[in-house]
């Protein structure tokens, strides 16, 4: 193989990675899900494409041999096993760090970590061409001298490339395994939760009273995040329930409700004063929904329930009658 077509060749290479990357920037923007064909373009733009352009930029290639069973290798130069590990695993690396980079900017998103990759995988491939193309000027006014071996025969189809390239190929599998069964980056959800604000100002989830007064109120924060990717009006009911001996809920009253708009990645915390209105041991419920409050709320039809047990003591400081929580 002559210089010139070892160069077009690479160039060809290079030009195969930059369509590919954009095909994959395309589809993984425009459609949503995660079905087979986003799955099949996302295996090489993630874990391929990246690490080979970085590999091709940073290792432009060589004089490359001709004749013989290792045509087309370069001299000195790893053979395709070695390569192809090499790109997995600098793959890895590549998309880890713009995954930590995106998470301290803009956070981790479908939309912008698909371009982030995309843009810097096809910068590589430019940059792969130019010292292609500077390498091969380069070496217009001589050429290397080599005994008439391949790079193949040279290093030899070692047992070591292709262990490393098992190795390699065991870590993609494990990481694609891994990516199907997480729950991805841009999975829409809400959190709630109740916090109770200590003597010196703090408030904390994991100090909520556990004894109230019949007709005194007690204030207590409820804490909402919105990870919905859109803006939601939140709706949050808070029930008394009395649970029965064999666990039945026996009798279930309201006790406030409210409701509260939360941007996109935003918090909200809304303090509320909780009265009971009879003693006894009960069970508080406190019920978000996402999408308005129904004509009867219960613990079944609430996008989320938290529940706190607490005594509620009488006027005459007797709690009234018992039930075990269940």
């Known amino acids: 193989m002559t210089r010139r077509s070892s160069t077009a060749g690479g160039r060809r290479y290079l030009a195969l990675v930059v369509a590919l990357t954009g095909l994959a920037t395309a589809v993984l923007i425009v459609t949503d899900g995660t079905g087979p064909l986003q799955w099949t373009v996302a295996i090489p ?4 494409l990246p690490g080979y352009a970085f590999l091709s930029a940073v290792r432009p290639a060589a004089h490359r041999t ?3 069973l290792g045509d087309g290798y370069e001299i000195g130069e790893p053979g395709w096993p070695i390569r192809l590990a090499l790109a997995m695993a600098l793959s890895v690396v590549i998309v880890g760090v713009i995954g930590v980079a995106l998470n301290v900017t803009v956070g981790v998103t479908r939309g912008p970590a698909v371009l982030a990759i995309g843009s810097t995988t096809i910068l590589f491939a430019i940059v792969a061409s130019l010292r292609r193309e500077t390498g091969a000027h380069g070496r217009a006014g001589g050429e290397r001298s080599t005994d008439g071996r391949s790079a193949s025969a040279i290093l030899g189809r070692t047992t070591l490339q292709w262990v490393v390239l098992l190795i390699a190929a065991l870590t993609l599998l494990t990481a694609v395994g891994f990516a199907a069964t997480s729950p991805g980056s841009d ?3 809400s959190e709630f939760y109740v916090l109770n604000e200590t003597a010196n100002g703090t408030l904390t989830a994991t100090d909520l009273p556990e004894t109230m007064s019949e007709g005194e109120g007690r204030p207590l924060h409820f804490g909402i995040e919105n990870h919905e990717r ?12 009395r649970v029965g001996p064999g666990g039945n809920v026996t009798d279930v009253e309201r006790l406030d409700g ?9 918090r909200a915390v809304v303090e509320r004063t909780v009265v009971p209105t009879e003693p006894g041991q009960q069970r508080l419920q406190f019920l978000l929904y996402t999408d308005g409050v129904p004509a009867e709320p219960t613990a ?3 996008t989320t329930v938290l529940h706190l047990w607490v005594d509620v003591s009488a006027d005459d ?6 039930s075990s929580p269940v």
């Open 45 to 48: 733009f993630l874990l391929v």
């Open 66 to 68: 001709s004749g013989g």
């Open 187 to 189: 999975q829409s959800f």
């Open 230 to 241: 859109r803006q939601l009006t939140y709706d949050v009911v808070v029930q008394s329930a």
């Open 258 to 266: 409210f409701d509260v708009a939360v941007d996109s990645g935003e």
């Open 300 to 302: 079944e039809n609430a």
């Open 317 to 322: 400081g007797s709690t009234g009658p018992v």
